[in-house]
């Protein structure tokens, strides 16, 4: 994490955007890769916004100066929402990261201090847990994309496939442990956090899917990892649609 110091372009960017946009606002936090000492010239200024009160919560981006902006506008009761809804149903804790992370401009005040305090709560509630049918569901959507991975039409189709096949197996590692996911860029340094020796194996086995189309050691490496919870599943899997999935009109 980079210091105010180091941060004085970003944090004039941010201190004007609020002054000039939001100067009602009880707290502003700037997050995101560049705090985190991760951003580079193209890079964006992650900004959330929270007022005492909103009508409802939004999120707007735009070019301030050469920066281009991603503001979150929140209000305490809208946070608290998302955080349930979105962050821990997901699995994947965006706004709570934000919020824990960012440096509070112009300062720390009540109303950030107290939106730290449920960011926080927050991650260390963790993502809600799976249940035998999420982890089925997912040994499922797996077993699928590696028999399409097996025998592509195409090396288009295996690049498309592995990216799914990317994303998919990343939810399922992390969920199926109880951890928290990440999504697209942040899956290979989630995976450097938490699970190392995993991290290794696992760069390996899509580099070579995309340099050489040899699906061999990331089938073998899918396979272990689907082992403590069943294994690969197709055979008898059945998914029932909620009742309610019906429509009551004419055909």
Known sequence: MKNEDSLQEEVEAAEAIRQQMFPDAGALFLAGSIIRGEGNEHSDLDIVVVYEHLSAAYRSSFKFARWPVEVFVHDPSTLAYFFAENDRKRGVPSLATMISEGLELPG?????????KMANTVLAQGPEPWDQTDT????YAITNLVDDIRQPRSYTELIAIGAELHRTLATHVFRTRGMWSASGKMIPRQLERVMPEIAIIWQDCFTTLYKAGDSDNLISMVEELL???????????????????????DA
């Open 227 to 249: 082992e403590p919870d069943g294994g690969f599943l197709f055979e008898g899997y059945t998914q029932y649609a909620p009742a309610s999935w019906r429509s009551n009109g």
């Open 136 to 139: 089925d569901a997912s040994r």
């Open 108 to 116: 720390r005040t009540k109303l950030s201090t107290s939106c730290k």
